[in-house]
């Protein structure tokens, strides 16, 4: 089993809607979640930080679930720019382990 | 501030030929990673600094590759005698401490003909 778990994709989003989609993880000691999107050809960019309490910057709202060890990562009002791969990242053992990244497609 | 800069930005290369990728990290970060991303695929994890050690090189793929890094600051990743299925591109990323967030390089895309 890999250590963070992502659903590939694609989810396809009318412009407007919303989409959330999950990530979870393995070690029950991870401290510290990431979600990143990553366009194609370029590298990952850091999207927000996870909170334990939850965390939203604008139209992206970020939850973590330790007792069923996922993190989720919801998008409002889903913009044509906001077509990406996302990945999660998770503390895992002293390092950063990436989730293969789920992609999103908001379509007109 | 200046973000994490990779040269050559792009490399092609004869099979059997040896390649030297390098890394400039964020000015301060501690903590420097190297990953491969081959086309279509996710992160794969390389190898870890801390400081000039390098406490995981568990993702090395095989003993052609290599890395250092000196002086905390600037890292080389060294493939010898390439092969073709080490075509993708090689991302470094570095962070203030060893589990925080990574600031990731605009990459080196390898291409080994």
């Known amino acids: 089993r890999k250590e963070v778990e992502q659903d590939p994709g694609p989810f396809n989003v009318p412009e407007g809607a919303t989409v959330a989609f999950n990530c979870t993880y393995s070690?029950?000691?991870?401290?510290?979640f990431f979600w990143y999107r990553q366009d194609c050809r370029k590298e990952p960019k850091l999207l927000m930080s996870v909170y334990s309490s939850g965390n939203e910057d604008g139209r992206f709202t970020a939850q973590l679930n330790r007792a069923s060890q996922y993190i989720s990562l919801l998008i409002r009002d889903s913009k044509l720019s906001d077509s990406a791969t996302y990945l999660c990242a998770v503390n895992s053992w002293g390092k950063l382990q990436f989730g293969a990244g789920t992609q999103v497609v908001v379509t007109p | 501030g200046a973000g994490v800069s990779q040269s050559p930005s792009n490399k092609v290369t004869e099979k059997g030929k040896d390649v030297e990728l390098r890394c400039d990290p964020i000015?301060?970060?501690?903590?420097l990673y190297w990953y491969r991303q081959r086309l279509g695929q996710g992160l794969e994890f390389l190898i870890y600094f801390q400081g000039n050690s390098a406490p995981d090189k568990s993702g090395l793929p095989s003993d052609r590759f290599s890395a250092e890094r000196t002086g905390e600051s600037v890292s080389t990743l060294t493939i010898q005698r390439t092969q073709q299925e080490d075509s993708a591109v090689y991302l470094c990323?570095?962070?203030?401490?060893?589990?925080?967030?990574?600031?990731f390089g605009p990459g080196t895309r390898l291409t080994v003909t």
């Open positions: 000015s301060g970060h501690t903590a």
């Open positions: 070690n029950s000691a991870s401290q510290s």
């Open positions: 990323a570095s962070s203030l401490a060893g589990d925080g967030e990574q600031y």
